[in-house]
């Protein structure tokens, strides 16, 4: 199991959001992902099958 990026969450939530530190350390990880995906706009579906089909179609492997 990979240990928390505690360094990277700090860096995110106390620098980039600012949050004041006992904010930060009150929020539960599920809070702080939150802020994080509306930060970077959140994750892009996966492609279904039809669309990588597509894709495929469009730009074959040469």
Known sequence: ???FP???AMQLGLGVLRL???QFWRMTPRELAAAIAGLR???AAPLDRAALDELMRRYPDQ
């Open 1 to 3: 199991m990979t240990p």
């Open 20 to 22: 004041p530190p006992d």
């Open 41 to 43: 706009g959140g994750a």
């Open 6 to 8: 505690w360094a990277e």
